[in-house]
T-cell receptor, first 118, second 114 residues
Framework: AQSVTQPDIHITVSEGASLELRCNYSYGATPYLFWYVQSPGQGLQLLLKYFSGDTLVQGIKGFEAEFKRSQSSFNLRKPSVHWSDAAEYFCAVGAQVGRSGGYQKVTFGTGTKLQVIP | GAVVSQHPSWVICKSGTSVKIECRSLDFQATTMFWYRQFPKQSLMLMATSNEGSKATYEQGVEKDKFLINHASLTLSTLTVTSAHPEDSSFYIC??????????FGEGSRLTVL
C-alpha cells in the first residue's frame, strides 16, 4: 500500500521569500504524484502532477516540484511567495492500476499549513 | 479546467436523520468518482470509490450501510449518510476523473449533525 509523509505540519515564511514544502512517498512501483492546495472551507485545487518524463514539473501559480526517485521525494517549491499563497498544501500519490496504466486510489499526506507574513 | 460541483455546500441536520450529498461533473463524463472525508485540521481520508453502474468499493473501516454511495450516471454520484450522528459531522469531498485522467475535486460539503 502506498503512503505519503509531509513532515512539516506548519510553515511560516515572509512574503517574497522562497518556499519548499517536503513530501516523501512510499510506493512499490512508479508513482503518480500530485500537489494540491486547499483554502479554508474549500475543495482542493491541483497545483501540479508528475506521471512520467521530466522529473522537474511546472505547475500553476509559479509552483514547481521535483521528483527524486532515489529519495522517494516530491518537494514543492516556489521562488517567491505571495500573501495569497497562504493555504494548506497536500501531497498525494496515486497507485497504478493494471498493465494498461493510469491510477486509481489516491492517498493524501496530512498536509502542510502555510502562513505568509508581510 | 473541468468542474465538479457538490451540493449542498453545507447542511445541518438532526441526529437520526439521513442526508444526501450530490457530486456532479459538469463538463465531462466521470467514469470514476471518489468520496473523501476530512476531519478538522486533518488530511483527506478516502471513503469509497464508485464506478458508474457498479457497486462502490469501500475502504476498510467505512460502514457501507451507513454511507450509501450511488453512481447512477457518468455525471452524478451521491453519498447518503444514513441515521446521522454527531460523530458523522465532517467535511465531505468528492472527486471525479475521466478514464485515467487527473482528479477534479468538488468544493466540499460540510455536514453538521446536532
Amino acid at each position: 500500500a502506498q503512503s505519503v509523509t509531509q513532515p512539516d505540519i506548519h510553515i511560516t515564511v515572509s512574503e517574497g521569500a522562497s518556499l519548499e514544502l517536503r513530501c516523501n512517498y512510499s510506493y512499490g512501483a512508479t508513482p503518480y504524484l500530485f500537489w494540491y492546495v486547499q483554502s479554508p472551507g474549500q475543495g482542493l485545487q491541483l497545483l501540479l502532477k508528475y506521471f512520467s518524463g521530466d522529473t522537474l514539473v511546472q505547475g500553476i501559480k509559479g509552483f514547481e516540484a521535483e521528483f527524486k526517485r532515489s529519495q522517494s521525494s516530491f518537494n514543492l517549491r516556489k521562488p517567491s511567495v505571495h500573501w495569497s499563497d497562504a493555504a494548506e498544501y497536500f501531497c498525494a500519490v496515486g497507485a497504478q492500476v493494471g498493465r494498461s496504466g493510469g491510477y486509481q486510489k489516491v492517498t493524501f499526506g496530512t498536509g502542510t499549513k502555510l502562513q505568509v507574513i508581510p | 479546467g473541468a468542474v465538479v460541483s457538490q451540493h449542498p455546500s453545507w447542511v445541518i441536520c438532526k441526529s437520526g436523520t439521513s442526508v444526501k450529498i450530490e457530486c456532479r461533473s459538469l463538463d465531462f463524463q466521470a467514469t470514476t468518482m471518489f468520496w473523501y472525508r476530512q476531519f478538522p485540521k486533518q488530511s483527506l481520508m478516502l471513503m469509497a470509490t464508485s464506478n458508474e453502474g457498479s457497486k462502490a468499493t469501500y475502504e476498510q473501516g467505512v460502514e457501507k450501510d451507513k454511507f450509501l454511495i450511488n453512481h447512477a450516471s457518468l455525471t452524478l454520484s451521491t453519498l447518503t449518510v444514513t441515521s446521522a450522528h454527531p460523530e458523522d459531522s465532517s467535511f465531505y469531498i468528492c472527486s471525479a476523473r475521466r478514464s485515467f485522467g487527473e482528479l477534479f475535486f468538488g468544493e466540499g460539503s460540510r455536514l453538521t449533525v446536532l
